[in-house]
């Protein structure tokens, strides 16, 4: 099973930046803060992540097209095969001073298939204050930041490996998305269909291909 991998993807193609500046009105998404004031105070362990300003983000048509053809060959690409994929992605807001996604886990104590890849989309640039941490392997409780440009994701094995968030003590809004696939190979319908984080009801596996049966 993939450990962890940094790939590049052609922002020119796939510009989802670009695409949620112009839904959302917010000129830089790393100043989100300074257009959408924090909802309260920030919640203990998974914190909001169905606040009025993630809703937002689960209704841009724009960004769901561009997320499907991303999966149908992006993705496709680099798993090899065909694949079940995540009918929605997860939106991710830390704001500065939070931290968005608090306790530290692994997929698999929420209901994750260990056969699951998870892909991790910044949409803003990424240093070591307001980056994801990631244990090097199961176990190891080593977490290291994973600074990133725009352009680039994380490709992990997120239902084994313990993840999640400090503190973020930048001055910048750290807006990403993350989704989860399957490879067709690996999938049959007695795997679980986890609870959506962002919105109601579980997660729904869609064919890659549009002709297979959902």
């Known amino acids: 099973m993939l450990n962890k991998l940094i790939i590049p993807y052609d922002t020119r193609r796939f510009d989802f930046a670009g695409a949620t500046r112009a839904a959302t009105g917010v000129a830089d ?47 496709t690409e680099l798993v090899g095969e ?4 995540q009918h929605v992605p997860n939106w991710r807001i830390q704001l500065p001073g939070r931290h ?11 209901g994750h298939n260990d056969c699951e890849i998870t892909f991790w989309v910044p949409l803003t640039d990424i ?7 990631v244990e090097s392997s199961e176990g190891a409780e080593d977490f290291r930041a994973h600074p990133m440009r725009y352009g680039q994701m994380l490709a ?3 239902a084994n490996l313990k993840h999640g ?19 067709a190979s690996r999938f049959h319908e007695g795997l679980v269909t986890p609870h959506h984080t962002g ?6 596996w869609l064919p890659s291909h549009p002709g297979d049966p959902a």
């Open 29 to 75: 998404l790393a100043h989100w803060h300074d257009v959408h004031a924090p909802e309260g105070e920030e919640q203990p362990g998974f914190g909001d992540q169905a606040s009025a300003m993630h809703q937002k983000l689960y209704g841009i048509e724009t960004i769901s097209v561009l997320y499907r053809e991303f999966v149908r060959s992006v993705i």
């Open 82 to 85: 065909e694949v079940r994929y």
């Open 100 to 110: 968005g996604v608090g306790s530290f886990h692994r997929d698999r104590s929420g």
């Open 127 to 133: 240093t070591a204050e307001n980056s994801l941490w």
């Open 156 to 158: 992990f094995d997120s």
């Open 165 to 183: 968030n400090q503190r973020n003590v930048s001055l910048r809004t750290r807006v990403s998305f993350d989704f989860r696939v399957i490879p």
């Open 199 to 204: 919105i109601a009801g579980p997660i729904r």
